[in-house]
């Protein structure tokens, strides 16, 4: 069973340029959940995708957007870079809309913004 | 959202036990608490999940109190390699409901 890929693994934009990151969720897993980890904080949700619907979203601006496939991949658009979204971006797959314990991290996009 | 409260690190020596509490004063009935480990430059791995009492998995054991406004993450004999942070988390469903924290740097050493 393949755990939860992203891509790339690294990298650097400029100021005002436009991201696209992508995930592929775990085989079975129609829930992905998108994440901002800056240096020396814990992870803070941006939104989720289920059924390839927004279903929730933290406090982050519009210029941050996402995406789901019918085969459940995801990917996270941010537009006008700016230099705090300088971070690592953590998408996280689930079996269910509504989970527990049952969240399954990839290793994570390391975003510079210079 | 309930709000945790836990030390922001915490040293240990190899093949100590260690024990990590969170305070959680306002969770709400239906909540769960939640234990996530992170290492470096990795995405954060579920360790133990309770609601009350005790929960012992091949990892951890998981101490909840009776009030249920506190929880203790206990780790047996750790080894360097269980280096990392460790997030306390209550709630329901990670993310709109469950958010992490700063969480406790625990640092073993030789």
């Known amino acids: 069973e393949t755990g939860v890929t992203q891509s790339p693994t690294h990298l650097i934009k400029t100021r005002g340029q436009q991201v696209t990151l992508r995930c592929s969720s775990q085989s079975g897993h129609n829930t992905v959940s998108w994440y901002q980890q800056a240096l020396g904080q814990g992870p803070q949700f941006i939104f989720q995708?289920?059924?390839?619907?927004?279903?929730g979203r933290g406090n982050f601006p519009p210029r941050f957007s996402g995406l789901q496939f019918p085969n459940y991949s995801s990917e996270l658009n941010v537009n006008a870079l700016e230099l705090d979204d300088s971070a690592l971006y953590l998408c996280?797959?689930?079996?269910?809309?509504?989970?527990?314990?049952?969240?399954?991290f990839g290793p994570g996009t390391r975003l510079t913004v210079l | 959202l309930a709000k945790t409260t836990q030390p922001i690190s915490m040293d240990s020596y190899e093949g100590q036990e260690v024990n990590i509490t969170c305070s959680h004063n306002?969770?709400?009935?239906?909540?769960?608490i939640t234990w996530y480990q992170q290492f470096p430059s990795q995405g954060p791995r579920f360790i133990i999940q309770g609601y009350k009492t005790k929960v012992t998995n091949e990892v951890a054991s998981l101490f909840i109190p009776a009030d249920r406004k506190s929880s203790t993450l206990s780790l047996p004999r750790v080894s360097l390699s269980d280096t990392a942070v460790y997030y306390c988390l209550v709630g329901v469903a990670l993310g709109n409901d469950m958010r992490f924290g700063a969480g406790t740097r625990l640092t073993v050493k030789p």
């Open positions: 995708y289920y059924r390839e619907e927004e279903n």
């Open positions: 996280a797959s689930s079996p269910r809309q509504i989970s527990y314990n049952e969240q399954f």
């Open positions: 306002n969770i709400a009935t239906n909540d769960y």
